[in-house]
């Protein structure tokens, strides 16, 4: 009992090891890379019973319940769904042997412990990561702004001086443009593929 207080005070109960790209095939997390998409693994990160892989198109954890056990459960966040937030790097105390990385992932809160030799490697994931959230919030707000910017259109012509005939033509010609030009803003501002933020931050 007392081994079991002290090792959660010291940060010791589960400290995650960054696995470099030469063992990603040893690990249960590869399995589940979709390569046949170009999935890529850009940051791995394996405690005694989780794997936290970062690709450029989702995180993914293996969530072992117990490290004595083999049973694990595969979660699956791909960024496009799920939006990066409140990410946040906590540095370590001085009786402290593991430093914090946070962050929320739609509507789920991750915290991976890692040992703190492991601070420059977990300082570049944590600003890919951060770069990647205000990349999607700024894509979202422009989205947003096309929406209303469409609606507005559609107010306006419902609103003109017009016959029946020719507002019905022009409400179809606006709606059929607006999907369109929607299309072409979804296409160009929801981002899927990560990889190049990742690239210019992870240095491996």
Known sequence: MLKKLASDALGLSDIGKIIGPEDYDKTDADDYVRHEDDEKIYFLIKTKADEYCFTNLALIHVDGEKASSSKRTLYRYPYSQNKITN?????????????????????QPITIDVHKDEIDNLKDLYKALLHISETTHENGVISEMAGQSLDKAVTVLQNSRTNETNLAEQYKELTEYGFSWLKSVRDQYHEKDFGDIFEKYINN
Do not use: P, Q, Y
């Open 87 to 107: 990410v946040l790097l906590e540095t370590a105390g001085r009786v402290d042997l593991d430093i914090e990385i946070k962050l929320t992932l739609g509507n």
